[in-house]
């Protein structure tokens, strides 16, 4: 919708708003560069990113966090202030605690990376892990406010955050002055937001596109309904945007500037995270790279023609634990980590065979394991190998060679193209337009 058709005399944060946070946190923040993105990542697409995964802390969390602090009274901060956060958020309010003094004391949901939680500590905030999602943490974190007098910061739905995070679109606008559409990671709904409410401001004409998971489409059933509701979620690799019900002054915006969302499963989101560290040699979380992940899915194809495409990387903070296990997947979802599984014979030479054809098309061994028990035929066993191949190419040339070569191997575990997001669909990925836009959801 097109941000001179809504007025903004009743909504919870004005452009004002942004504009004045921007002026006041303009020398504790980073302005964050821009780069066009390299093919790898954008693929046709003229799209550039927006590095707020270069803040100090890691992520865009820092804005928000700061405007809010720099407003507290004398006596709030005294006490000190607390927040229920999945990391960013509290890491964002420690590290700028520290830097004005200020008592922070964090509720982290169980399931926070290691990362963030030590990182947290590190700074100097008290931190209570509890709950198995944000939800949960925030209502323990609302009795410790109660208990303790302190001001409870939301990490995605106070007009102070909604206004920090709405800076960045400010910025967007300053070095891509003439961006056609904006592709927005969703979690709590503050950041798309605060970017929607500022772009659309500045230039009604832009579009602004939401991206959350499939697993955790809070903002897509609160399009449904018509209002913030409780969704069921499931482990995301975008764990920073694992928020069950989007905040009410966010999504009052968003329903106003958003103009569609659509939500992707975890196979691209571990792609985009792959395309970034590949591509631009960076490393971002999965909600980091979510905009990226609904860009190479394909769901956008035909509202990102031939226009030019700004999109955040939001975040940096991914345990490395994890961090070898996406990429592993993210290889896996571009065809270039296979599994074959094949019968051969049980005879001297008979794995010595098969792997020698391997390395001759070129495959790489990453894991082989051979079975006999749960074979009928004394004479067989069955090899089950997971093999690196430079691209799907090579995995069809791979396949076609070990037959030629007297061997039957089945594929494991086929993945739909990079672009047939008919099979994605089909399997329940989705998109929804902002009711304002399109009469029926």
């Not at 799209?47 to 407003?71: I, V």
């Not at 928020?243 to 569609?260: M, R, S």
């Not at 499963?265 to 999965?286: F, H, P, S, T, Y």
């Not at 296979?338 to 495959?363: C, H, K, N, V, Y």
């Amino acid at each position: 919708m097109s941000g001179d058709a809504v007025s903004e005399k009743k909504l919870p944060v004005t452009f004002e708003d942004v504009s004045t946070a921007a002026y006041r946190i303009r020398n504790g923040v980073l302005r964050s560069p821009m780069s066009k993105a390299s093919p790898m990542v954008a693929g046709g697409t003229e799209l550039w990113l927006k590095h707020e995964h270069r803040q100090a802390t890691g992520s865009f969390k820092e804005r928000g966090a700061l405007n809010t602090m720099l407003q507290l009274t004398d006596e709030q901060m005294k006490v000190g202030v607390i927040a229920a956060s999945a990391g960013n958020h509290a890491l964002a309010l420690a590290h700028h605690g520290k830097r004005l003094n200020i008592p922070v004391t964090v509720v982290m949901p169980t399931f926070a990376p290691l990362a963030k939680v030590s990182r947290c500590r590190d700074l100097g905030a008290t931190v209570h892990l509890h709950g198995a999602n944000i939800q949960e943490a925030r209502m323990h974190a609302l009795t410790l406010m109660k208990e303790n007098g302190m001001r409870y910061i939301n990490g995605y739905d106070d007009p102070e955050i909604i206004a920090g995070a709405g800076t960045i679109g400010i910025e967007i606008l300053e070095q891509v002055p003439d961006a056609e559409v904006v592709v927005i990671p969703i979690g709590g709904a503050g950041l798309i937001a605060g970017i929607a409410l500022a772009v659309k401001k500045l230039r009604p004409n832009i579009k602004v596109i939401g991206v959350e998971p499939k697993n955790c489409d809070s903002y897509t059933q609160a399009l449904v309904a018509g209002e913030p509701v409780s969704a069921a979620t499931r482990p995301t690799l975008a764990d920073g945007l694992n928020v069950p019900t989007v905040g009410v002054n966010a999504f009052e915006i968003g329903k106003k500037f958003v103009d569609k969302v659509i939500t992707v499963d975890e196979k691209w989101i571990a792609l985009a995270i792959l395309r970034v560290l590949e591509g631009e040699r960076m490393v971002v979380e999965g909600g980091g790279a979510t905009g990226v992940a609904g860009i190479i899915s394909g769901q956008l194809d035909e509202d990102l023609a031939g226009k030019k495409v700004v999109t955040v990387l939001c975040g940096s903070n991914v345990d490395v634990t994890v961090l070898g296990r996406v990429i592993e997947r993210g290889l896996y979802v571009d065809g270039r980590l296979i599994q074959l599984t094949m019968p051969i014979s049980d005879r001297p030479g008979g794995l010595l065979s098969l792997t020698s054809s391997f390395a001759e098309l070129g495959a790489n061994v990453m894991d082989i394991t051979h079975e006999r028990a749960y074979i009928s035929d004394i004479n067989i066993v069955s090899v089950h190998a997971t093999l690196e191949v430079r691209d799907k190419e090579h995995r069809t040339a791979l396949i076609a060679g070990l037959i030629e070569r007297g061997f039957e191997p089945q594929l494991q575990g086929e993945t739909p193209s990079i672009k047939d997001t008919s099979k994605l669909h089909s399997a329940g990925s989705d998109s929804i337009t902002n009711s304002h836009t399109r009469s029926k959801l």
